[in-house]
């Protein structure tokens, strides 16, 4: 996998905040693929792997899945892409899940961009969401921001520590916010 040289922008943002909204447009204007760890997951567990109920009490939970688990769907689903150019969504989300990777990968991220977004919006947009994830309701949405904050902001500090976090206010409409990330993207014409 290293070997290909990936390009990888690791997508984070707490519970809510849009990351899989966002990437979906930066998919249709920057030739990334996009790769939700949480999709990944979801589709372990419908695929009736063996590891599916322990995920699946994971999630239920908010709890962080296993790194091994995590990492092993992340990099089957860049080889399989034909890609060499990735949106991580939702990945790493401790220290641990960072430190794995980059020992297991090789790779470090090109840059981290941070959806910053207010509880009260996250919780606001989670539960009025209807997908049927077994996640979103009230119980499981404070225990998954309990987990972001705890678990998940030091890995956002780590990169904002080495000058590569691109961070965005979220918290407003889907078209305002993707103006920010696109100018993220775009190449700069000097
Ligand atoms: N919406 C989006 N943007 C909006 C905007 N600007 N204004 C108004 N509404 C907006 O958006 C959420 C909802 O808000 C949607 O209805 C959308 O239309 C609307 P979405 O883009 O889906 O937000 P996102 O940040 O992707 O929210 P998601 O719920 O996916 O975030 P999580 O981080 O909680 O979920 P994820 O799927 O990444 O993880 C789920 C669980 O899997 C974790 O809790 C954990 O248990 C497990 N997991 C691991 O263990 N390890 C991993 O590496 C990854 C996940
Ligand atoms: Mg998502």
């Known amino acids: 996998l290293a070997d290909l040289n990936p390009t990888v922008v690791f997508v984070l943002g707490g519970p809510g905040s849009g990351k899989g909204t966002q990437c979906a447009n930066i998919v249709q204007h920057f030739g990334f693929t996009h790769l939700s760890a949480g999709d990944l997951l979801r589709a372990e567990i419908k695929s009736g792997s063996e590891n599916g109920t322990m995920i699946s009490n994971m999630i239920k939970e908010g709890k962080i899945v296993p790194s091994e688990v995590t990492i092993k769907l992340l990099q089957q689903a860049m080889l399989e892409s034909g890609n060499n150019k990735f949106l991580i969504d939702g990945f790493p989300r401790n220290e641990e899940n960072r430190a794995a990777f980059e020992a297991v990968t090789k790779i470090e991220p090109s840059f981290v961009l941070f959806f910053d977004c207010s509880e009260e919006e996250m919780e606001r947009r989670l539960l009025s969401r209807n997908q049927g994830r077994e996640d979103d309701n009230i119980e499981t949405i404070r225990k998954r921001f ?41 190449p700069k014409n000097e």
């Open 146 to 186: 309990k987990v972001f904050l705890e678990s998940s902001l030091p890995v956002i500090e780590y990169y904002n520590s080495k000058g590569k976090v691109r961070k965005i206010d979220a918290g407003r409409p889907v078209e305002e916010v993707y103006e920010s990330v696109k100018a993220i993207f775009a």
